[in-house]
T-cell receptor
Framework: EAGVVQSPRYKIIEKKQPVAFWCNPI?????LYWYRQNLGQGPELLIR????????DSQLPKDRFSAERLKGVDSTLKIQPAELGDSAVYLC?????????????FGPGTRLTVT | QKEVEQDPGPLSVPEGAIVSLNCTYS??????FMWYRQYSRKGPELLMYTYSSGNKEDGRFTAQVDKSSKYISLFIRDSQPSDSATYLC??????????FGTGTSLTVIP
C-alpha cells in the first residue's frame, strides 16, 4: 500500500515569491493534515480537513497561507508571498476518522528554504 | 503550559541498553497516545499507538500510558544503532486534534 505522497521534496525560493506543496493521502483516508515542523520542534498543525471541509484552520496564517482539498482526496498548500520565517519542513499526514481513534501517517515532507 | 512536554535530550546510550523515553501532558481528555520515530530528513513514522491506560508491546518496543499521572513512556530493549533517531510522542483529543512533543534525540553507540 502506498503511503502519503508529497511533492516537491525540496524547494528553495526567494522571499516574496509564491510556493505550493502537494499531498496525496493514503487511499481511503478521509482526514488530511498539514503541519509545519521547525528544526528541533514537533509538528505544529496548520490545517485539518475532514473530507473536503477544513474543520480546523485556527493556526493557519490566512494572510499568506491558503489550502484546498478538492474532491476530498489530494490537497495543495500555498504560501504567497513567502517570508524568511516560513523556512521549515511542511508535512502532510492522513488518517481514517471513523468515530473512534485514528492512526495518523505522515508523508516525507517538503523542506522549504526561503532566502 | 504546553499541552505536551518532552525532554529534548539528546540521549546517548551504548548498543544493547534499555532506553526510556517519556512525555507528560496536561489535558485529561486525551485518550489516544502515539510514539513516532523520525530519522533525519524524513517524515515521522508511527511506531506505537495505544488507547487509554496500560501497556502495549511490539517486538523490542513497549509503550506505557498512566492516565492518572498524565505520563507516557516508550521503552526500547536491546537498543540498536538503527534506533538512532528523534522520538516524538503525540496525543489525540476527542476532537481528533493531535498534539506533539518536541521530540527526544536518541543516539545508540555501537
Amino acid at each position: 500500500e502506498a503511503g502519503v505522497v508529497q511533492s516537491p521534496r525540496y524547494k528553495i525560493i526567494e522571499k516574496k515569491q509564491p510556493v505550493a506543496f502537494w499531498c496525496n493521502p493514503i487511499s481511503g483516508h478521509n482526514t488530511l493534515y498539514w503541519y509545519r515542523q521547525n528544526l528541533g520542534q514537533g509538528p505544529e498543525l496548520l490545517i485539518r480537513y475532514e473530507n473536503e471541509e477544513a474543520v480546523d484552520d485556527s493556526q493557519l496564517p490566512k494572510d499568506r497561507f491558503s489550502a484546498e482539498r478538492l474532491k476530498g482526496v489530494d490537497s495543495t498548500l500555498k504560501i504567497q508571498p513567502a517570508e524568511l520565517g516560513d523556512s521549515a519542513v511542511y508535512l502532510c499526514a492522513s488518517s481514517f476518522s471513523g468515530g473512534g481513534g485514528s492512526e495518523q501517517y505522515f508523508g516525507p515532507g517538503t523542506r522549504l528554504t526561503v532566502t | 503550559q504546553k499541552e505536551v512536554e518532552q525532554d529534548p535530550g539528546p540521549l546517548s546510550v551504548p548498543e544493547g541498553a534499555i532506553v526510556s523515553l517519556n512525555c507528560t501532558y496536561s489535558n485529561s481528555a486525551f485518550q489516544y497516545f502515539m510514539w513516532y520515530r523520525q530519522y533525519s530528513r524524513k517524515g515521522p513514522e508511527l511506531l506505537m499507538y495505544t488507547y487509554s491506560s496500560g501497556n502495549k508491546e511490539d517486538g523490542r518496543f513497549t509503550a506505557q500510558v498512566d492516565k492518572s499521572s498524565k505520563y507516557i513512556s516508550l521503552f526500547i530493549r536491546d537498543s540498536q544503532p538503527s534506533d538512532s533517531a528523534t522520538y516524538l510522542c503525540a496525543m489525540m483529543s476527542p476532537g481528533n486534534q493531535f498534539y506533539f512533543g518536541t521530540g527526544t534525540s536518541l543516539t545508540v553507540i555501537p
